[in-house]
């Protein structure tokens, strides 16, 4: 990605939210300069992983496949008095964030606002098997704490207000329609780089074609 398509992803996604009256905290507006001066006090928020990421999951299109994700709080595997997170995914009309699992965490993931969040589910099949997508098995799992179950590739559609809750070793897929969409994600402790399992390795990286006006959460390295 180009990091002119970075910057400019993270302000769509904050002026959606200012259009759908989610209102991010403070620091999601920090510069790349204000974050310096407060190096000394952020150790915490840089350590769990607080702020912005912007992604096309190295599929070179990222108003097809996509998301701006937002870190409001984490807590860490090694720190049992915060064992959760809560995020932001904001999402373009259209755009797929594409299919994976999580080994840990189990994640309520809610439509905040905007259009209907469709979520593509499928089991998986055993570490022994591979990983692979159970093609054939009835997904079960809970709706607003509602039991529903779906055929395999079954897609629910999360109106606005309503949740999901996905389990590990669930695979999953969502996409915008009817209009860009803000997510929510509340779950255990957020790990991208350990608890993530996608069905295609992606392996991203940015184009300096422009200053850095918005740092990402993985980019918090001072001077």
Not at 21 to 48: I, Q
Not at 141 to 146: P, R, T
Request: include cysteine.
């Amino acid at each position: 990605m180009k990091r002119s398509l970075v910057n400019s992803s993270i302000e769509w996604a904050m002026d959606l939210c200012k259009k759908e009256n989610f209102n991010l905290p403070g620091f999601a507006f920090w510069t790349p300069e204000e974050w310096a001066a407060k190096e000394a006090e952020t150790g915490r928020m840089r350590e769990v992983g607080l702020g912005w990421d912007v992604t096309d999951y190295a599929s070179g299109n990222f108003d097809k496949i996509g998301a701006v994700l937002f870190t409001m709080r984490n807590g860490s595997l090694e720190d049992p008095g915060r064992p959760y997170c809560e995020k932001m995914i904001a999402m373009k009309d259209g755009q797929i964030l594409p299919c994976h699992f999580h080994y840990e965490k189990t994640e309520d993931i809610i439509n905040r606002a905007g259009g209907t969040l469709c979520v593509q589910v499928w089991n998986s099949t055993s570490k022994e098997d591979g990983y692979k997508v159970d093609e054939k098995s009835d997904v079960h799992l809970y709706c607003d704490g509602i039991a529903v179950t779906v055929p395999a590739g079954g897609v629910i559609k999360v109106t606005n207000g309503n949740s999901i809750t996905l389990t590990p070793y669930v695979y999953h897929l969502f996409y915008a329609e009817g209009g860009d969409v803000i997510v929510g994600e509340v779950s255990k402790v957020n790990d991208d780089a350990a608890d993530n399992h996608f069905t295609k390795e992606m392996h991203l990286t940015i184009d300096e074609d422009e200053p850095v006006r918005h740092l990402l959460c993985g980019g918090y390295v001072m001077e």
